[in-house]
C-alpha cells in the first residue's frame, strides 16, 4: 500500500514470485459460513490417478468456499450410474451426494461424467459430462464444482475462473501470474527485470491490461492471453498508468500526466483515440468503470484528502461518494453494481471496506493493517485483496458478509496486485 497519496498516481504496490515451483498459491480457509451445507462428494470411479484428481478438486473447491461440509460417503464404490441409499446418507448427515466417473473417450481424451442428488427428496438435481484431456483434469473437477454451488447455493460458482496477481523475488525478479481461483496451475504472462503493477482482466477474459517499468517509464500494455502478443494501450510523456476496463471491451480509462498532473482519461484498447475525462488541481486516479458504464469511479485529493468520486464516462463534473473517514481509497464495483469494495484507513491501518451505495452504509471487512487492491468474485460473493503478514505480502478473499476468510500465499515472494478474472465464455 502507498502510505503518501502523492506517489499513488505512478507507484502502485508490486509483487511476486521467481521459481514457477513455487509460484503455486496455497490456500488457507480461517473461516466459514454460519451455515454450511452437508454434501458427500463420493470417491469418482474409472482411472484411479485421474478419479483422485477429479475428487480431490472437487472437494477442495467446496470446502475453500467456506459454505459447505463435507460429510464422509457411506457407500464405496459410487459412481453416477449407482443406486443411492437416501437413507444411509442421511443418516450420515448429508443433504446432497455427487457421485460420478471418469472414462475413456474414442479419441483418446476423458469424459468425466457425476450426478448430483438431494438426498431428502430422494431426487437428482443435476448431471454433466464433460470431455476434457489429462492436462486439464482440474478444470473438468472446477466446472463439476461450479454445477454442485449454483446447484445447492442459488448462484454461479467461480471455482472455473482464474485469478491474476503479480510476484516480486529478490530486488529485480517480477513475474505476473496467472492462476487457477484455487491458486493452482500458476503460468507465468510475463516476467522482466522492472516492477509490473495494475493487471486489468477484459470483460471476455481473453487479454489483461496492465503497466510495465521495463522502458524505465509506466506504460499501458494489453496482453492477449492467447498468443502471448501485446500492444502499447498508453505511452504517452510522463506516467501512464491505472488501466481499467469499459464493459464493452473497448477502452480503457487511464491515468496520464501529459498534460501535468494526474488527470483521468480515456483509450480504446489499441492506443487510439485519447479522450480527457475531467480535470482537477490535484491528484485522480484508480479508475474503475461501473459495471452498466455509466460512471467511472476514481481517487482523487481534489478536497484535500483522499476520497472516492465517480465522474459520468462521457464527462462532466465528479461528484464525492465517500465522506466518512480522511481516507478513502481504490474503488472497485460489485458485478451488480450495488456496492463498492475500497481501502479505508480506520484505526491507523488500511483496511478492506464496503459500502452499500443504496444507503450508503460502510461496513468494514478485516482487521489487517495493510490491505489494498480489493477485487471482487464475478458472483459478488467474495472480495480478493492484498495485504500484509509478517512483512510479506499476501493474498486474501473475504466474503462480503466478513464470514469467510481464505489466505493465499506464496512459498517464497511477495504476492500483490491481484485481480479476479471473469466468468470464462
Excluded at 497519496?5 to 508490486?14: E, G, N, S
Excluded at 480457509?29 to 480431490?56: E, Q, Y
Excluded at 460458482?157 to 496451475?185: C, E, M, P
Excluded at 479505508?344 to 471496506?353: C, E, I, N, T
Aim: charged fraction near 20%.
Amino acid at each position: 500500500m502507498i502510505r503518501n497519496f502523492r506517489q499513488f498516481a505512478v507507484f502502485c504496490t508490486c509483487a511476486v514470485v521467481s521459481l514457477a515451483a513455487q509460484a503455486q498459491l496455497s490456500i488457507e480457509v480461517t473461516g466459514a459460513g454460519a451455515n454450511r451445507i452437508p454434501v458427500t462428494i463420493a470417491d469418482f470411479g474409472g482411472d484411479a490417478g485421474s478419479a483422485r484428481a477429479i475428487t480431490t478438486v472437487v472437494r477442495g473447491d467446496l470446502e475453500r468456499s467456506g459454505l459447505f461440509k463435507l460429510v464422509e460417503q457411506a457407500q464405496s464404490p459410487l459412481t453416477e450410474a449407482s443406486s443411492i441409499d437416501f437413507a444411509a446418507a442421511r443418516s450420515r448427515g448429508a443433504d446432497a451426494v455427487a457421485a460420478g466417473s471418469i472414462g475413456a473417450t474414442a479419441d483418446g481424451r476423458h469424459e468425466a461424467r457425476f450426478r448430483l442428488h438431494d438426498t431428502n427428496k430422494q431426487a437428482q438435481l443435476a448431471g454433466a459430462a464433460f470431455v476434457t484431456s489429462t492436462p486439464l483434469l482440474r478444470a473438468a473437477g472446477h466446472r463439476i464444482a461450479d454445477v454442485i454451488y449454483e446447484k445447492l447455493i442459488g448462484e454461479p460458482g467461480v471455482f472455473s475462473t482464474r485469478i491474476a496477481y503479480v510476484v516480486k523475488a529478490g530486488v529485480n525478479r517480477f513475474q505476473l501470474q496467472i492462476a487457477d481461483a484455487d491458486g493452482q496451475n500458476a503460468q507465468a504472462a510475463l516476467i522482466s527485470k522492472e516492477p509490473i503493477i495494475s493487471p486489468s482482466w477484459s470483460p471476455d477474459g481473453t487479454r489483461l491490461a496492465y503497466v510495465s517499468f521495463e522502458n524505465k517509464k509506466p506504460v499501458v500494455y494489453v496482453h492477449s492471453l492467447a498468443t502471448g502478443k501485446r500492444t502499447v494501450a498508453a505511452n504517452f510523456k510522463g506516467s501512464n498508468s491505472a488501466p481499467a476496463w469499459s464493459p464493452d471491451g473497448r477502452r480503457l480509462a487511464v491515468v496520464l500526466t501529459k498534460d501535468g498532473g494526474s488527470q483521468l482519461f480515456t483509450v480504446g484498447a489499441d492506443g487510439s483515440g485519447v479522450q480527457r475525462l475531467a480535470s482537477s488541481g490535484g491528484i485522480d486516479t484508480e479508475p474503475q468503470y461501473s459495471p452498466d458504464g455509466q460512471f467511472i469511479y476514481f481517487t482523487s485529493d481534489r478536497g484535500g484528502s483522499p476520497q472516492i468520486y465517480r465522474v459520468s464516462s462521457s464527462g462532466g463534473t465528479p461528484q464525492r461518494v465517500t465522506f466518512e473517514g480522511s481516507y478513502n481509497v481504490t474503488p472497485r464495483l460489485s458485478p451488480d453494481g450495488r456496492s463498492m469494495a475500497f481501502i479505508s484507513r480506520r484505526d491507523g491501518g488500511f483496511r478492506l471496506a464496503v459500502m452499500d451505495l443504496a444507503s450508503k452504509q460502510v461496513q468494514v471487512l478485516t482487521d489487517s493493517n495493510k490491505d489494498e487492491s480489493p477485487s471482487f468474485a464475478p458472483n459478488g460473493r467474495m472480495i480478493l485483496i492484498a495485504t500484509e503478514i509478517g512483512g510479506r505480502g499476501v493474498l486474501s478473499a473475504v466474503s462480503v458478509d466478513g464470514r469467510i476468510k481464505q489466505r493465499l500465499s506464496v512459498a517464497a515472494g511477495d504476492v500483490r496486485e491481484p485481480a479476479w478474472g471473469p466468468y470464462q465464455k
